[in-house]
Structure formats: C-alpha cells, structure tokens
C-alpha cells in the first residue's frame, strides 16, 4: 500500500480549483528501476508529479502522456498518467548529475534545457486525442507546466513542484500543486490567489517540512478558504505486459520476425517505463507467424 495520494479542492467560494500531491514513493519507484541520479530524478520526478494530477483532472477510462524535450543532456522525460491515481515515467539519459547551482538547488533547468516543448497528448476515449504544446520557459518544470496551461489549455495556473534526493541517491520527498482560477472568478480573487502565491514558502521546502497535500493548500490560500472535496491513492504502476509485447512484435512484420527466429533464436523486449523484461522464444514467434 502506498502512502502517496493526491487530493482535490475548491477554494474561495469555488473560484479556485485546487490539487495537491504528495508522491515520494512513486517517484522513489522510479527512481529505483531507473537508477536516475539526483538532477536526473529531480527531473523526472517533477514530471512524474504534474502528470499525475493532471490525470486526476480527468475521468474515467482516459488517459495522458507528457513528454518534455527540452534538447538538454538528459534527453526527454517522459510521464504518463491516468484518471486513477496512476503514474508512471523514465528518462533518455537517467544518469544525468550537475553540481549545485548558484541558488544551491539541483540544476533541473541545465539537465532539461530551455530549447524546446512541453507536450500533452490526452487520450479521452473513443480514439479522440487533445494534443497541446508550448515551448519550455525556463526548464526548472513548475514554470513551464504554469506557462502551458495558459497557453495551452488557457487556464491561469499555478504549479509548484518539489523533489528531494538524499545523499544516498533515495528520495527524501517529493510532491507539489495545481492551482487554477475557474472561470467568471472575480478580479480581487485572482489578486488574492497571486499574492498568496507570490509570498509562499517554496514548495520543496512544505514538503520537507512533512506537510500533506491538504496543508500544503491551506498554506498557500489559507485554511478557512479551503474545502476539500476528495482524496485519491497514488502509485507508480506499468501497465506493459508479455501480451502487449507480443503485439509490438508482430507490428514489427513477417521479415523482422523470421529474423529474430533464424538470427537471434529468440527475442528479448524491454519496457522503457518500468524496465521490466520480457522473453519470446523460438517457438512463441514461430507461432505468431503463422498467426500472422
């Protein structure tokens, strides 16, 4: 059982849309199968984080993917998330580390880099996909999940997004917040909501200090303003298999697999995600031909 959970919230009389995750364990999963090293997990635990509510934004079977391609040393970070509390992600370069930098964080932005895209593909059902996109800002992950909302989706927003890695390479926490205006709010509420954002304790701090999602919320836009209205587990979970593997391999065509049989007597798939390895033997492929 995981002690991660994200909660939803309303906030100023329901102008203000709130979530709040907390997400050490998952991203201490990933961490673990990916063997990414402290800015590498820094990274891609923010992802992780943002992806996952997102996700809860939505509803029943749907799903999304975020990939951020910033052209930096650790290549992309992909995430993916489902409307269940789900997440799951991996990086190009896990082994990707930078001193400290001049603020004495780790330096997310220089392993991310700034040249290039945050992009959402939302998978709602019935083979309809939303794909939006806008160019990365600043790399540090909060400030450009903050910047596509607005561009993208046109929902003023504001992410925080924090993650601790012990000396050890663990992570010690991580988590964060999405809060977004409502439509039809009132102008001295989005006044409110800014200077309540612009005076808080970073977010990386609130978590270190073992604040839960809900404290968190009422930190940032005050107790009485809050109202909570549900909490949600949340897990890294992979949903590959040796099924859908299979599957891949017969997209691969007739000649690719008379190859795996005759050369490679065999064939070994591996799972970007969760790094899980599957094995096909002669036999298994022999049959998926003639399947075929």
Not at 100 to 129: E, I
Not at 223 to 247: R, T, W, Y
Request: charged share 20%; hydrophobic share 35%; glycine share 10%.
């Amino acid at each position: 059982m995981t002690n991660d959970y994200i909660v939803k919230a309303l906030a100023y009389e329901g102008q203000i849309r709130a979530y709040s995750a907390l997400t050490t364990e998952s991203v201490q999963e990933a961490q673990t199968r990916h063997y990414t090293w402290p800015t590498a997990s820094a990274a891609l635990g923010r992802t992780m984080t943002a992806t996952l509510m997102m996700g809860a934004m939505l509803k029943g079977d749907q799903k999304l993917t975020v990939t951020v391609d910033g052209q930096g040393p650790i290549g992309k970070i992909i995430a993916d998330a489902d409307a269940s509390g789900h997440v799951r992600g991996y990086v190009t370069h896990p082994q990707t580390h930078f001193p400290l930098n001049n603020v004495g964080k780790l330096d997310v932005s220089r392993a991310v880099g700034t040249n290039g895209a945050l992009t959402v593909v939302k998978d709602v059902g019935m083979k309809d996909y939303f794909s939006g996109s806008s160019e990365l800002v600043s790399g540090e992950l909060g400030d450009d999940f903050t910047y596509y909302f607005a561009k993208s989706e046109q929902v003023p927003s504001s992410v925080g997004l924090g993650v601790l890695v012990n000396p050890d390479n663990s992570i010690k926490a991580a988590g964060g917040f999405i809060i977004q205006v409502m439509p039809g709010a009132e102008e001295k509420t989005i006044n409110k909501l800014e200077t309540a954002i612009n005076n808080m304790t970073p977010v990386s701090k609130l978590i270190d200090q073992g604040l839960t999602p809900e404290e968190i919320l009422y930190e940032i836009l005050g107790e009485d303003e809050v109202q909570i209205l549900e909490e949600m587990p949340a897990s890294f979970e992979c949903n590959c298999g040796h099924e859908k593997f299979l599957n891949a391999i017969k997209g691969l065509g007739q000649a690719e697999i008379e190859s795996m049989i005759n050369e490679d007597h065999g064939a070994e798939a591996e799972c970007h995600f969760c790094r899980n390895k599957y094995q096909y033997t002669e036999n298994e492929l022999q049959e998926l031909l003639e399947k075929m």
